[in-house]
């Protein structure tokens, strides 16, 4: 008999991450619980779990783990976006280093950890992503992301190549610290791959003790052989029992 409840699992998530393939899972595990998405700007990812308007985000690290929970799940790839007709398109890949004569884009939002950010900075510092891609676009400079963040905001005329020897994004699932209930534990179950039958998440009950197997049966001696009978009485000087036979 399904469960009857009025929750939900609310789970925000940052522009670029894709949660389908978790979501799938969840309605196959625990369709009695909606899932119910929101995306969230990635500058205010964190405050919306630490408000408890989601349960969970997916978000990208680094965040402020202060009261938080957090498991990365992947590192992304790093890309540098740039017009299809900029020199950088034809290569295969992009060094940090190929990227030291360019203006580079530094959005507001930017989430890659730069010990020193490359190339000649822009003196105007774009709000969000989609805001660098599209001075990408008119030629500002370029700009150096995740790889879900460039296909996100494609645009036919610009393109992207993988950055060698730069910071990548790690994406991670965090919720409140004094927040882990049956739902986030099942949820986090989902995530991290485990099986229908594994022993965390929702209490599940006991598994049935399985039945002892049956004893062994007990072989039978077989009976004496009457030859061996016969020689055992001779040697004992007597004769072999035959029962009793009638006067004549």
Do not use: C
């Not at 190929?98 to 190339?119: E, F």
């Not at 500002?140 to 879900?148: E, F, H, I, N």
């Not at 039958?197 to 039978?220: E, L, V, Y």
């Amino acid at each position: 008999m399904p469960v009857v409840t009025d929750r939900s699992f609310r789970l925000a998530y940052v522009p670029g991450v894709t949660p389908a393939k978790w979501v799938r899972t969840w309605q196959e595990r625990v369709p009695e619980v909606p899932l119910v998405l929101d995306q969230v700007p990635a500058a205010q990812a964190v405050e919306v779990v630490r408000e408890r308007r989601a349960d969970a985000a997916l978000v990208r690290l680094p965040i402020d783990r202060t009261d938080l929970h957090a498991i990365p799940l992947y590192t992304e790839t790093t890309v540098v976006v740039v017009p299809k007709d900029h020199l950088l398109a034809v290569a295969d890949e992009v060094s940090v280093e190929d990227l030291a004569d360019s203006v580079v884009l530094h959005a507001h939002d930017d989430t890659l950890d730069w010990p020193h950010p490359p190339g000649e900075l822009a003196t105007h510092r774009p709000a969000t992503t989609m805001d660098a891609v599209e001075l990408v676009a008119a030629g500002v400079g370029l700009l150096v992301v995740p790889q879900s963040l460039a296909r996100l905001y494609h645009r036919r005329d610009l393109t992207y190549r993988p950055v060698t020897f730069g910071p990548q994004s790690s994406v991670a699932l965090t919720w409140p610290a004094d927040g882990t209930s049956d739902l986030m534990e099942e949820f986090i179950g989902v995530v991290r791959g485990r099986t229908v039958n594994s022993t965390r998440g929702r209490t599940q009950p006991p598994a049935a003790t399985p039945p002892a197997p049956p004893a062994p049966a007990k072989k039978k001696r077989p009976a004496p052989d009457a030859t061996r009978t016969a020689t055992t009485a001779r040697r004992r000087g007597g004769t072999p029992h035959r029962g009793k036979r009638g006067k004549r």
